[in-house]
């Protein structure tokens, strides 16, 4: 019996863009409170829970228009009002469907093993990076 692709992986994980090595490892430790678990020469991981990322010595850079790390909490208006505190400086949107409001949106939909809807903002890291936090709904907000 052959096993389907997918089964045979193991892990995923994601891998940002840095410039500036020293000054992401600060940013991350300042703003969301996290430290790297493992270190190499040009390379930092973290692990949040049962994920990890890796921030990475590059000359490229994110044109930062896209999530490229998505992070789950619990409660995210207690986290975003610590960020905030922090210095962490969220973005606001009003297109179509999506507006934030004081940084955080309502986001109709989800995954039916997560909830019925999300709510969910939007940050830079110092690197430029695009980090999301959601926070699944089990009912639906009006």
């Known amino acids: 019996m052959m096993l389907a692709v997918e089964e045979k992986y193991l892990s995923a994980a994601t891998r940002l863009p ?14 969301l ?18 994920s990890e990322f890796s921030i990475f010595l590059s000359s490229g850079r994110s044109a930062g228009d896209f999530t490229q ?9 207690s986290v975003v009002d610590e960020l905030k505190r922090r210095g962490v ?5 009003e297109s179509g469907r999506l ?7 309502h ?21 430029g990076n695009l980090i999301s936090l959601g926070q699944s709904l089990k009912e639906a907000m009006t």
Do not use: M
């Open 69 to 77: 790390l998505a992070i789950t909490v619990d409660d995210v208006r």
């Open 18 to 31: 840095a410039q500036d090595l020293d000054r992401a490892r600060r940013w991350y430790l300042e703003k």
């Open 107 to 127: 986001v109709a939909g989800n995954y039916p093993s997560k909830g019925s809807a999300e709510l969910g903002c939007w940050f830079h890291d110092s690197e």
């Open 99 to 105: 507006k934030t409001i004081d940084g955080i949106a």
């Open 89 to 93: 400086n969220f973005l606001e949107y």
């Open 33 to 50: 409170g996290v430290r790297p678990t493992e270190e190499r020469p040009g390379g930092l991981r973290y692990c949040i829970g049962a």
